[in-house]
């Protein structure tokens, strides 16, 4: 306690007071005993006295590298005594206490940022600006390396992400190599800011005081690192803050290695994707081919059902199509779908021998571990003339549908078991010729089966599919099966469905042209 008069006098001093204040003894002024901050505090006080003792407002400020609160008591004699309360330690915590606020909200916004993107460019720019803005003057995230090439995302603080590829060698900044791979950072203290090369540098930063390189850990293989750029004027960085750089870090990597995992998964699924789907259908032979595919769930690309079309390796033989249903729906009917349809393109050699080719199918389907079957319709087709002679064979599939130029609507006579349930598969081929104008529909049970209508219960069936057919004599293959898609999905409304397959031959009403020569090929036009 320090006691002092109306005249700034001290009069009083106990022991405490006196170790914090050596110069101040009863008879000496406060400005020549006390720090300016006391001293005038004192004359503020005094100014209005006499008054009742009671607590005035409380100061604060320096004594050395200590700081105090000194809290003023008016009394009764004029005198105001100062109670001095040592408050460094205090206002170390509040400090410390506000720091960590601030950093964990920070890592906090910089995770909800992160994390919002699965685009690795889009997390490399987020992760240079937030480092620039909130961890020093300049930021730069480099990536593995492709080759020679570095894939470096630059920022200063208050600028935009810099994208740009160097062809540099990163053993010559030290500690970025270890980086890169991962290995623990090197302390800043170790880095000579004079040895940075011009690249690692943004336009117009000046001159470097101190940098930091961290790995940015990623899930099992490192993302890349973090390098962060302080300015000379600026104060270097401090342990603390390389160790907050580094929890930054963490997040960062974390969420460019599910970036860049996300990109490679996708890329995979999209490189599978294009093998499973249908393919595009056209004239093959002088026959036109047609077809449409919807999966059971509008947000997947592939299922159970699909179909192909193998044109005759020799001029004048037979073109192949295929169409099938596997048991099931989503990725995992689709993967037995790409078995099979790999397996009978391997069977092609056989192709005219329908039978031999689906019981070897059989056979390979019953030797997987796989319990999926599934249900098929080959459809051999050959130009012959002006006309186009079908052998059709079903196994365990609905019957194909001819559809005559007059409108009229035959069922194929051919039946035959499922593939990949019995050892021995029995099947029963039927052969068609389709006139000018014909088409032969090859359709899977989603279309017959779809349920809707006015009620939403109601069965598609076969009839109304014949219907459908009937009232598209005449038409393109491509417009026989963009009807029959479109009568279908009116009917289910946006109720569930299996998934559904359309496959249309058709005997165009064409000329054949003679060959020019007498020996070449001819070919058909309109």
């Not at 490192?222 to 750089?245: I, K, M, N, Q, Y």
């Not at 963490?250 to 890329?267: D, I, P």
């Not at 009116?490 to 058709?506: E, F, N, P, T």
Request: aromatic share 4%.
């Amino acid at each position: 306690m320090l006691v002092a008069d109306d005249r700034a006098v001290v009069t009083v001093v106990n022991d405490a007071a006196g170790l914090v204040f050596p110069d101040a003894r009863p008879g000496v002024p406060m400005a020549e005993a006390t720090p300016d901050w006391l001293s005038s505090a004192h004359v503020d006080a005094t100014a209005s006295a006499p008054r009742p003792p009671e607590y005035g407002q409380a100061v604060q400020g320096p004594v050395g590298e200590r700081m105090f609160e000194a809290h003023p008591i008016a009394r009764g004699d004029g005198t105001v005594a100062w109670w001095l309360v040592d408050d460094t330690d205090h206002r170390l915590a509040r400090k410390a206490l506000h720091m960590e606020k601030e950093r964990t909200s920070f890592l906090t916004q910089a995770s909800n940022l992160l994390l919002s993107s699965l685009n690795l460019d889009r997390c490399m720019d987020v992760t240079a600006q937030m480092a620039a803005e909130h961890l020093a003057d300049a930021a730069l995230v480099i990536a593995p390396s492709h080759g020679r090439v570095l894939p470096v995302v630059s920022c200063m603080r208050g600028g935009a992400p810099a994208t740009m590829s160097p062809a540099v060698d990163p053993s010559l900044v030290p500690g970025l190599t270890e980086a890169l791979q991962g290995f623990p950072p090197v302390p800043s203290r170790w880095i000579d800011p004079a040895a940075a090369p011009a690249w690692l540098l943004p336009e117009g930063f000046g001159t470097v005081g101190s940098i930091v390189i961290t790995p940015l850990p990623g899930h099992g293989v490192p993302a890349g690192a973090l390098v962060l750029l302080r300015r000379s004027d600026h104060a270097a960085f401090t342990e603390g803050e390389e160790v907050f750089a580094r929890l930054f870090a963490a997040r960062a990597g974390a969420a460019m290695s599910a970036a860049r995992l996300y990109a490679e998964q996708a890329s995979i699924t999209e490189i599978l994707m294009r093998e499973l789907l249908p393919p595009t259908l056209h004239h093959v032979s002088g026959v036109d081919y047609a077809g449409g595919y919807r999966p059971s769930k509008d947000h997947e690309r592939v299922g159970g059902d699909f179909y192909d079309v193998h044109p005759a390796a020799v001029e004048g033989d037979a073109s192949l199509v295929v169409l099938g249903d596997v048991c099931g729906k989503g990725l995992q009917a689709a993967v037995m779908t790409g078995k099979i349809r790999n397996t009978m393109h391997a069977l092609l050699p056989m192709a005219d021998d329908h039978q031999r080719m689906l019981s070897l199918l059989n056979t390979s389907l019953l030797n997987t571990e796989n319990a999926r079957f599934a249900t098929m319709v080959l459809a051999s087709a050959v130009r012959t003339g002006s006309s186009v002679d079908l052998r059709l064979t079903s196994a365990g599939h609905p019957a194909p549908l001819i559809l005559r130029c007059d409108g009229r609507v035959e069922e194929v006579s051919t039946r035959g078991t499922l593939v990949g349930v019995l050892p021995s598969l029995v099947t029963q081929t039927a052969k068609v010729t389709l006139a000018p104008g014909d088409a032969c529909l090859l359709y899977t049970d989603g279309i017959s089966e779809a349920r809707g209508g006015p009620l939403g219960d109601a069965m598609f069936g076969e009839e109304r599919l014949k219907r459908t057919l009937s009232e598209c004599a005449g038409m393109p293959a491509e417009a026989v099966v963009e009807r029959v898609q479109m009568i279908a999905s009116q009917w289910l409304g946006g109720g569930k469905h299996d998934d559904m397959a359309v496959v249309v031959i058709s005997a165009p009403r064409t000329n054949h042209l003679s060959a020019v020569n007498g020996r070449t090929r001819g070919r058909f036009t309109a």
